[in-house]
């Protein structure tokens, strides 16, 4: 008899959500540093990795996911959004606890309170994120901005943390720029009409600035020459095969993981960029995907959409 063979799908996913949202909790565990790093990219992803391995009893994910330390150091840009992050956390943690009627532990509540409160984003305040990952379990940072880092932040990480493992997930530039747009779009309450409209929008370099990948796996590879690259195509294919590497790469047993085949955060239907957007999209981003051809090879690059 397997794990929930006798759960509807209903009571499975209720569970699995239970086991997502409220990990094992040690109020007494002392400030270590990650064992893994999630550097990104975003859109490609992520999410769903967060919420496999948020199952997985021998790792632990802070409960908002997304540390943001390495970019707030690093990327001054950052650093407006991140303090809104920081800002509203909290509350949402608590609001998504109530609208599922699961409790929220009392040392919870004292945590995202005091990890939030007074001076932030210092070496001894980064291991305190961690601390309440039970002995057993090895902390995780999900931040998929820091793949973004420039050359002196991805040294700081390896500085800080030279034995960590990292993942990084890649997916097709194209399609993970509009996936990304359409998301700031939603955000933003705007709807481009003409296709001048659209054009402008696709130009935006702020689509460029997550998935160079020409600039970014160079610099990680180089300091962490073992990281796990996965195409994010695999995840629809393969889900299985994906959990059987990460668990691989990051030394941990087998675990059963519900909702596998389930999207996290996908973007709803709306808008999407005409064919002129697109191809615009693609020719400004075909030297990424030469750039993955190169670095990973053709195999690899077949597998990112």
Same mark, same amino acid.
């Given at each position: 008899m397997t794990f929930g063979e006798h759960l509807t799908a209903d009571a499975l996913s209720r569970l699995v959500t239970t086991l997502t949202i409220s990990p094992a909790f040690d109020p007494q565990g002392q400030p270590r540093k990650p064992g893994a790093l999630c550097i990104g990219a975003q859109k490609a992803g992520t999410s769903w990795l967060a919420q496999m391995l948020g199952q997985h009893p021998?790792?632990?994910?802070?409960?908002?996911?997304?540390?943001?330390?390495f970019n707030q150091l690093h990327i001054p840009e950052h650093r407006r959004w991140i303090a809104w992050h920081y800002r509203n956390k909290p509350q949402e943690i608590r609001d998504r606890h109530k609208?599922?009627?699961?409790?929220?532990?009392?040392?919870l509540d004292a945590y995202l309170t005091a990890i939030t409160s007074g001076k932030m984003f210092h070496n001894q305040w980064y291991k305190r994120v961690f601390a309440p990952a039970p002995e057993h379990a090895m902390p995780m940072?999900?931040?998929?901005?820091?793949?973004? +880092?420039?050359?002196?932040?991805?040294?700081a990480v390896r500085d800080l943390l030279p034995k960590a493992r990292?993942?990084?997930?890649?997916?097709?530039?194209?399609?993970?720029?509009?996936?990304? +747009?359409?998301?700031? +779009?939603?955000?933003?309450?705007?709807?481009?009409?003409?296709?001048?409209d659209w054009l402008t929008e696709v130009a935006n370099p702020v689509l460029d600035e997550r998935g160079d990948y020409a600039t970014y796996l160079p610099r990680w590879l180089a300091r962490y020459p073992d990281m796990l690259v996965l195409p994010f195509g695999r995840i629809a294919r393969a889900p299985h095969q994906v959990m059987d590497a990460v668990e691989a790469h990051l030394g941990l047993g087998p675990c059963f993981y519900g909702n596998l085949t389930q999207k996290v955060f996908a973007n709803p239907d709306g808008p999407m960029p005409p064919p002129r957007a697109v191809?615009?999209?693609?020719?400004?981003?075909?030297?990424?995907?030469?750039?993955?051809r190169a670095i990973m090879g053709a195999d690899f690059a077949d597998e990112v959409r």
């Open positions: 021998q790792v632990w994910i802070p409960p908002f996911k997304e540390v943001q330390y609208a599922r009627k699961v409790e929220l532990q009392p040392e940072d999900f931040t998929p901005e820091y793949s973004g +880092l420039p050359e002196d932040g991805v040294q990292v993942i990084y997930l890649i997916r097709h530039p194209v399609d993970r720029a509009i996936s990304q +747009l359409r998301m700031n +779009l939603r955000r933003e309450k705007r709807v481009p009409v003409t296709d001048a191809a615009a999209l693609e020719a400004r981003l075909a030297p990424q995907m030469d750039a993955l």
